[in-house]
């Protein structure tokens, strides 16, 4: 994803957020929108509406956050993916978005051992969930519960009845591979 | 510490996406200064997943990007508090966008339905009204044409009531032995009416004519038929009559009657 020719490097635009421009704001939006788009779908899979709500409320919050941002730490897409993935997420946990969907509460599942059958049937073909199939089953559970649920490596060791140090080292493991199939 | 085993860990990942615990992220950071290819190496990480996601990229819904530009431009700019609590808000609007949508969907069709009943209503009343109408306008005929025929009866029974009213009975003459008819004569006001009691049927060319005989000369005094819906026939007035005559007569009657087709003769008081 090329940034817009007004602004030639990420140093610039970030320069020109910072100055809350506008213009700069909306190159940003053109720029980096789909993608992020696409990652809070594929965790709010099932409710396009409420997808755009988030989306919405991301940008937002990029826009009034834009002074907390650490080039030292990190990219700024790294920085927005996270915003984005944590803006998601809440909305998952939400009190209102829970009572919506009592039927398909994860943990419940997991806990009678049909965890792997659940997350196939939450997976879609797009961005990292399509990666995410070529994975081990058991790998694949762990990074699915990880990051697009967003349980801790605590809850999911209780979850699934592993030490926590299993957990750590299969995440670890999974994102590994996950990177190789990215390239 | 073993960089290189360090970044093969995993842990550039894990940092990357979120998902290092708060320890292993100021681990993580801590380092980044000392090794400047930890550096290079999560920045490799992350241009990889933004090529990967801007790869994956979807087409966000329709007015977001609008919706975004309003909130940030109305947007304080230095003032981060009251920024936080604006997109709870903005769900608490789209909640009663769907409550008030709600209402007026109730409303709309409450409408609808109270616009059918009182078209019904309407409809109900008119076609009431109209039926009513018509069958005013029936009984009023109907009472119109019964007044009328009771107008008449009494009339007639006046005439016959009448003490000044003479009474001339017709017996049939040879050629119809049968023909009888009465003749009331009003000497006062020269009012002449009869009543048929039996006269044969004619062709429909043929009418009877009534004659009065003053002074040995017939004068017309109408015709008629042998059936008529009257009880009492008003004929034509005459001051003077000896006699009464009924003769058949082309329809219309005639100036003069045809003495051999007389079927009835009556003579009055005067022909004494």
Not at chain 2, 21 to 45: G, H
Not at chain 2, 141 to 168: F, H, W
Request: aromatic share 8%.
């Amino acid at each position: 994803m090329g940034i817009s020719t007004t602004y030639n490097t990420e140093q610039e635009l970030v320069l020109a957020l910072k100055r809350r421009d506008n213009q700069a704001f909306s190159t940003l939006y053109d720029n980096y929108a789909g993608a992020l788009y696409s990652i809070i779908k594929q965790i709010i899979t099932d409710n396009a509406e409420l997808a755009g709500d988030v989306l919405q409320e991301v940008f937002i919050n990029i826009y009034r956050k834009i002074d907390t941002y650490d080039q030292t730490k990190g990219r700024l897409f790294t920085w927005m993916l996270n915003i984005a993935r944590n803006a998601s997420i809440d909305t998952l946990r939400s009190k209102s978005y829970q009572n919506s969907q009592k039927n398909q509460e994860l943990p419940d599942n997991v806990y009678k051992g049909t965890a792997n059958q659940s997350v196939q049937l939450n997976v879609d073909n797009i961005g990292l969930k399509k990666v995410l199939e070529k994975l081990k089953p058991e790998h694949r559970v762990l990074v699915e519960l990880a990051y697009f649920k967003g349980f801790t490596h605590e809850e999911i060791a209780e979850m699934m009845s592993i030490p926590l140090g299993t957990v750590k080292t299969r995440i670890r493991n999974a994102l590994l591979q996950l990177r190789e199939y990215l390239q | 510490m073993n960089i290189k085993e360090y970044i093969a860990s995993g842990i550039i990942e894990a940092y990357v996406l979120g998902l290092a615990s708060q320890p292993e992220r100021a681990e993580f950071e801590q380092l980044c200064t000392q090794y400047p290819e930890l550096v290079a190496a999560r920045r490799e990480f992350e241009e990889e997943l933004e090529k990967h996601a801007s790869e994956q990229a979807m087409q966000p819904p329709v007015g977001v990007k609008v919706k975004v530009l309003e909130a940030i431009t109305g947007a304080p700019q230095d003032a981060p508090a009251p920024v936080s609590s604006n997109p709870p808000k903005i769900i608490t609007m789209q909640n009663e966008k769907r409550g008030s949508s709600g209402l007026l969907r109730f409303v709309a069709a409450a409408s609808v339905i109270l616009l059918v009943v009182l078209t019904w209503f309407t409809y109900q009343s008119y076609k009431q009204n109209k039926d009513l109408e018509n069958s005013n306008v029936a009984l009023n005929e109907k009472l119109n044409s019964t007044q009328k025929i009771l107008d008449a009866i009494v009339n007639e029974t006046n005439v016959l009531k009448n003490p000044n009213t003479t009474v001339v009975n017709m017996v049939g003459t040879k050629v119809a032995p049968r023909s009888s008819a009465n003749v009331y004569w009003d000497s006062t006001n020269n009012n002449v009416f009869l009543v048929v009691k039996n006269m044969p049927q004619l062709p429909s060319d043929k009418q009877y004519q009534l004659w009065a005989l003053i002074d040995g000369k017939p004068t017309d005094l109408g015709v008629f038929d042998s059936k008529s819906d009257k009880v009492i026939l008003k004929m034509k007035d005459t001051k003077k009559a000896q006699a009464f005559a009924i003769t058949i007569e082309k329809q219309g009657g005639s100036p003069s009657p045809t003495l051999d087709s007389m079927q009835s003769l009556g003579k009055t008081l005067q022909s004494q």
